[in-house]
């Protein structure tokens, strides 16, 4: 674990549902605690909630784990929440002072904890509740609390998981974000939303910066331990976009040509059962490589 | 109730379409035989059509003698792509009509298309392609009001 650092942030994201956001934050945060030293701190920025209820939920039984539940009522009852958090910071007049310890933040494992989130995140769908040039500096200013607290770990990664839409929150995420990471599976219409994505992040996020951003092919079908061909196709296509989105939009888009992540059916049940597939740890690593590679 | 409007057993529903099966491959065969004679008569009444067809068919062997390597498929692919997300649309189909057969399907297959029969005809093979290409027009524009 880092001191006196800045963590890492990595925000996954696609306006297509179903692409495996929730997914890949979570096998990347599960790899990177488990395969490195790192303290991973996990965002649940979702109003659906998969992410949250994936953590929590016992498949065998199909309720909370215990020790999940407990802990999420008195997060929920002691208004310990993002939702609060936002809450509290989007007053008028009131100082940012929302307590940061582990009644906000769940410690899955040594190295990783998370954030859930709550159903409440749905009003912030309703812009007009909150101010979109005050809800900015939202999560940067959160991560500072959290940074400086000295009750919770010094984090050397953050990761969101970000919803499937442009919301408040994940505004405030890009805004302040090291890396977009935007997973894409190999399909016409996946891959047509690469590009409106690129162009849609560029016009949301001006005035400021956009991130650097990074996309690369989940899902891939394999043949014989590669990509098959028609995966390949749609890879060279989106690293055309990213190119060219690069070239005439001024923004920093790259496709990780090498970092695909393999199909595998039943990848779900992975967060609830215990882990990455091993045969899917390699390709994890090899994405977070790639990720290490643009972020410095 | 006469013998012939009993239903019959399984065996001897077995044994009938058995008998049925044999009868209509020797007419099969007949006909088959009857077709090449055909076509033996025209080859002799018209010697130089029959030498056309032979060396069109030699020509159209469609699955050996490729020209170009898969990388050359690919280049070959993203040219005629460029070309029709330009607006150049004639001059990118002209391109793929002058590919030969066993080309067209070294660029269908290093882009992953498949085809339903193993030997697909030049018009599947081509229509195949310009999918793709249309597929890639259509990737690469966006309507941007801003």
Redesign the interface.
Not at chain 2, 138 to 142: D, E, K, P, Q, Y
């Given at each position: 674990m880092s001191a006196n650092k800045s963590p890492k942030t990595i925000a996954t994201i696609n306006f297509k549902g179903g692409v495996g956001k929730t997914t890949v934050t979570w096998c990347l945060a599960d790899t990177l605690s488990t395969y490195s030293n790192a303290a991973v701190l996990m965002f649940d920025l979702d109003a659906q909630m998969s992410l949250t209820q994936a953590v929590g939920l016992n498949e065998d039984s199909g309720t909370l784990y215990p020790a999940f539940e407990s802990w999420y009522e008195k997060c929920v009852n002691g208004r310990r929440t993002i939702f609060d958090a936002i809450d509290q910071y989007t007053k008028p007049g009131v100082h940012f002072d929302f307590p940061i310890a582990y009644d906000f933040i769940y410690q899955i494992s040594n190295g990783l904890h998370f954030i859930p989130s709550v159903e409440d995140l749905y009003w912030l769908e309703l812009a007009e509740f909150f101010d979109r040039d005050q809800m900015k500096d939202f999560m940067r200013r959160l991560l500072g609390k959290i940074a400086h607290s000295g009750k919770v770990s010094d984090y050397d990664y953050v990761l969101f998981d970000c919803p499937p839409s442009f919301t408040l929150l994940s505004y405030s995420v890009l805004a302040c974000c090291d890396l977009v990471l935007i997973p894409v599976n190999p399909d016409f219409f996946a891959s047509r939303g690469v590009s409106l994505l690129l162009n849609s992040l560029k016009m949301r996020i001006e005035p400021h910066p956009t991130p650097q951003i990074a996309v690369f092919m989940n899902k891939t079908k394999t043949y014989a331990n590669a990509p098959t061909k028609e995966a390949a196709f749609y890879m060279r296509q989106i690293e055309q976009i990213c190119n060219r989105a690069s070239k005439e939009q001024g923004i920093r888009a790259t496709f990780f040509d090498d970092a695909w992540v393999r199909e595998r059916v039943g990848i779900k049940r992975a967060i609830t059962g215990g882990g990455v597939p091993p045969e899917l740890v390699k390709d994890f690593q090899g994405l977070w490589q790639a990720c290490l590679g643009v972020l410095k | 109730m006469s013998s012939d409007l009993e239903f019959r057993t399984s065996d001897q529903e077995v044994l009938k379409l058995l008998e049925e099966c044999a009868e209509l491959r020797r007419t099969l065969k007949a006909i088959s035989a009857q077709v090449g004679r055909m076509e033996n008569r025209v080859k002799r009444a018209f010697p130089a059509a029959a030498v056309q067809a032979r060396e069109r068919k030699a020509r159209t062997n469609r699955f050996g003698g490729a020209t170009i390597t898969p990388e050359q498929a690919?280049a070959e692919f993203d040219r005629v792509a460029a070309l029709a997300a330009s607006g150049a649309n004639e001059e990118a189909e002209r391109i793929l009509e002058a590919k030969s057969a066993p080309d067209l399907l070294v660029i269908a297959?290093?882009?992953?298309?498949?085809f339903s029969k193993s030997k697909p005809s030049i018009k599947v093979m081509r229509d195949a392609i310009f999918g793709?290409v249309r597929?890639?027009v259509?990737?690469?524009?966006?309507t941007?009001r801003?």
């Open positions: - | 690919l297959k290093e882009l992953g298309v498949t793709k597929e890639s259509l990737l690469s524009r966006h941007s801003g």
